[in-house]
């Protein structure tokens, strides 16, 4: 199992800032995944955070909007940039196979522009 | 590229009645099929999972889940439904290059005393 420990777990920002959200994981893992979840929406996957190598996005995630860090095995950040009130969501860092057996969430991170 | 659908977006049942989630999924390969809840203000907990072997797949709270290839189907039932299983449920795969989740859109559950 993996243990996932974020913060801040919520935050109100102004407008045109940036917020950087950490994720710390209790074993060493490879592969590290950021999701956005939108008011009433289903999770939607940021990108893909390996260690070593430059993040991996999804379609409509640029690394100018949410760069990503990952310095070791066990973090990684996420950074909302020059934010505005669509960047509202809960952001949530996650762990899974190929390494271990399922998915481990951290608690997310509720992010309100204002 | 994978994907899930949940067809019902939101279910209502009476405490005490059987319950019964749909998923349907889109995999060319054997799925890894999850089904997560998540509660108001809450991160996701996992209630069960299927990776292979047998079809019928307990999980925590009193929840099952069949595996049904034929019909590309995961669909979650609880026999007796409590008033703490009022959430959202999410059926989820892995695939992918980098084996991420891809998740259905949710089916908000509601259960009436």
């Known amino acids: 199992s993996a243990v996932i420990s974020q913060k801040p777990s919520r935050d109100i920002c102004q407008r045109g800032t940036s917020l950087t959200i950490q994720c710390q994981v209790d074993?060493?893992?490879?592969?590290m995944f950021w999701y956005r979840q939108q008011p009433g929406q289903s999770l939607t996957l940021i990108a893909t955070a390996n260690q070593g190598s430059e993040a991996t996005y999804e379609s409509g995630f640029v690394i100018d909007k949410f760069p990503i860090s990952r310095p070791n095995l066990t973090f990684s950040t996420l950074t909302v940039s020059n934010m505005s009130p669509e960047d509202s969501s809960i952001y949530l860092c996650?762990?899974?196979?190929?390494?271990?057996?399922?998915?481990?969430f951290g608690q997310g991170t509720r992010l309100t522009v204002v | 590229a994978q994907s899930v659908t949940q067809p019902d977006i939101h279910i209502t049942v009476s405490e005490g009645a059987s319950l019964e989630l749909r998923c349907n999924y889109s995999y060319g390969a054997t799925p890894y099929l999850f089904w997560y809840v998540q509660s108001p203000g809450q991160g996701l907990q996992l209630l069960l999972k299927y990776f292979s072997g047998d079809t019928l797949v307990q999980g925590i709270k009193g929840f099952e889940a069949e595996f049904k290839r034929s019909q590309s189907s995961f669909n979650l039932r609880k026999p007796s439904v409590h008033w703490s299983d009022a959430a959202e449920y999410f059926c989820?795969?892995?695939?992918?290059?980098?084996?991420?989740?891809?998740f259905g859109s949710g089916t908000q559950l509601t259960v009436l005393p």
């Open positions: 074993s060493q893992v490879t592969m």
């Open positions: 996650s762990v899974g196979p190929p390494v271990l057996t399922e998915a481990f």
């Open positions: 989820a795969v892995i695939g992918g290059s980098a084996r991420q989740l891809t």
